[in-house]
């Protein structure tokens, strides 16, 4: 199993950027493709991007495409996400998730979830 811990979220302004970090723990986060999802209040968990286990391939949603970068270092066990030119609409609690399998763009379908760590960006 891995256990997964995510930082870096606050309150930014609208145009602004943040960085994300997902630390892993137990099992070495090289072994899972990675993901980052968000959910923001009275909806449900969104697909923001995931990264495959050696960084060679990514997927964004359209939503966060050119302006989300995820990368990752498996020397350092974590997994970050890049939010540049950042929209109230990116306001949400941003989830680190792992997969062994394929990665996909359904939440249900990843194994392993941080706690989250909250975005919020101000008009």
């Known amino acids: 199993q891995v256990q997964l811990v995510e930082s870096g979220g606050g309150l930014v302004q609208a145009g602004g950027s943040l960085r994300l970090s997902c630390a892993a723990s137990?099992?070495?986060?090289?072994?899972?493709?990675m993901g980052w999802f968000r959910q923001a209040p009275g909806r449900e968990r969104e697909f923001v991007t995931h990264?495959?286990?050696?960084?060679?391939?990514?997927r964004y949603a359209d939503s966060v495409k050119g302006r989300f970068t995820i990368s990752r270092d498996n020397a350092k066990n974590t997994v970050y996400l890049q939010m540049n030119s950042l929209k109230p609409e990116d306001t949400a609690v941003y989830y680190c998730?792992?997969?062994?399998?394929?990665?996909?763009?359904?939440?249900?379908?990843?194994?392993?979830w941080g706690q989250g760590t909250q975005v919020t960006v101000s008009s």
């Open positions: 998730a792992a997969r062994q399998w394929i990665a996909v763009v359904s939440p249900g379908e990843w194994h392993y």
């Open positions: 137990g099992r070495t986060v090289s072994t899972y493709n």
């Open positions: 990264i495959s286990r050696s960084g060679d391939s990514t």
